[in-house]
C-alpha cells in the first residue's frame, strides 16, 4: 500500500510473533508482516478467526513484543525507547478501542474518558472540556455522571471511543470494536468511530470480520498465514 499524501504514523516492517505451544511446540503466527498506515487515513484488517489479527495490533503497540522486525510510531524505532519513554509515547501517538470495553466499573462517564490523560500525566485544565465535547459528539451530553453498569453495551463503547480520542492519538487501533453489539447498533457506533477519527484527525486500523464495515476504510488488508498477502 502507498498513500501519496500523508506521513506514516505507524510501520510494521517483517514482523513476526511466536508462541510456545502446550506440547513444547512453537507456534508461529505472525510471519514477517509488513504494514503501513499514513495520517488520516483508515485500514481494516480481516481475516480468519486465529489468523493473527489481535496479536498484530498487540504488536504493533508493543503491549507484546515481536519476537522479529521493527515497529515505528511517527518515525521513531519502538525497540529503542526506554520502558518510561515507551509508556509516554504509546500514550501520545495510540489510542485502543476494545470489543470488551474495558471501562473502570468504580467511575463515571466522564472520569473513565479523562483518565486517558491521567494515564498520559497531563490532566490539564482544557482536558475536562475536551472530554465533555467528545462526549456530547457521542450522544452522551446527559451521562457524564452515569456508572458504566446504567449504560447499554453501545453507550459504553461510545465512552470508550470518547476515551480513546481523548489524548489527540496518530493512530486509533479498534479490536472488533462492535463484536459485542447487535447490527443497529454496531452500524450506530461505526459510524461514529469513522467518522469521529476523520474529524479529529486520527488514523484508524480497524480489526473487524464484517466485510461491509471493512470497504467502508480507506484501505483494506487481509492476514493470511502470517502475512498481508491482500493490501488495497
Same mark, same amino acid.
Given at each position: ?15 513476526? @510473533?511466536?508462541?510456545? $505451544?502446550?506440547? $513444547? ?8 508482516? &509488513?504494514?503501513?498506515? #499514513? ?6 484488517? /480481516? ?7 489481535? *496479536? ?8 507484546? *513484543? ?27 501517538? %495510540? ?5 470488551? #470495553? ?21 490532566? @490539564?485544565? &482544557? ?9 456530547? @459528539?457521542?450522544?452522551?451530553?446527559? /451521562? ?5 453498569? @446504567? ?14 480520542? %481523548? ?14 453489539? &447487535? ?15 476523520? &474529524? ?5 486500523? %480497524?480489526? *473487524?470480520?464484517?466485510?461491509? #464495515?471493512?470497504?467502508? *476504510? ?6 493470511? $498465514? ?7
Amino acid at each position: 500500500m502507498s498513500e501519496d499524501q500523508g506521513r506514516c504514523v505507524l510501520e510494521a516492517c517483517k514482523v513476526s @510473533k511466536t508462541f510456545d $505451544g502446550p506440547d $513444547g511446540s512453537r507456534i508461529e503466527v505472525l510471519r514477517g508482516a &509488513d504494514l503501513q498506515v #499514513y495520517s488520516g487515513t483508515s485500514l481494516s484488517i /480481516r481475516g480468519e478467526s486465529g489468523s493473527g489479527k489481535s *496479536t498484530f495490533l498487540n504488536v504493533v503497540s508493543w503491549l507484546d *513484543t515481536p519476537s522479529a522486525g521493527t515497529v515505528w510510531w511517527d518515525g521513531v524505532d519502538v525497540s529503542k525507547l526506554s520502558a518510561t519513554e515507551l509508556s509516554r509515547r504509546r500514550a501520545e501517538v %495510540l489510542g485502543f478501542v476494545f470489543q470488551a #470495553y474495558y471501562l473502570m466499573p468504580e467511575l463515571n462517564v466522564l472520569e473513565n474518558v479523562l483518565m486517558s490523560a491521567r494515564i498520559k500525566g497531563s490532566l @490539564k485544565r &482544557d482536558s475536562r472540556s475536551r472530554a465533555e465535547g467528545l462526549l456530547e @459528539k457521542v450522544g452522551l451530553k446527559d /451521562r457524564f455522571n452515569q456508572l458504566p453498569g @446504567k449504560l447499554s453495551g453501545g453507550e459504553r463503547q461510545r465512552v470508550a471511543i470518547a476515551r480513546a480520542l %481523548l489524548n489527540q492519538p496518530s493512530v486509533l487501533l479498534a479490536d472488533e470494536p462492535t463484536g459485542n453489539l &447487535d447490527e443497529k447498533t454496531a452500524d450506530i457506533v461505526m459510524e461514529l468511530l469513522l467518522g469521529l477519527c476523520s &474529524d479529529q484527525g486520527a488514523s484508524l486500523v %480497524l480489526v *473487524t470480520h464484517n466485510p461491509q #464495515y471493512a470497504s467502508q *476504510t480507506d484501505h483494506r488488508a487481509q492476514l493470511s $498465514g502470517g502475512l498481508f498477502n491482500q493490501i488495497l
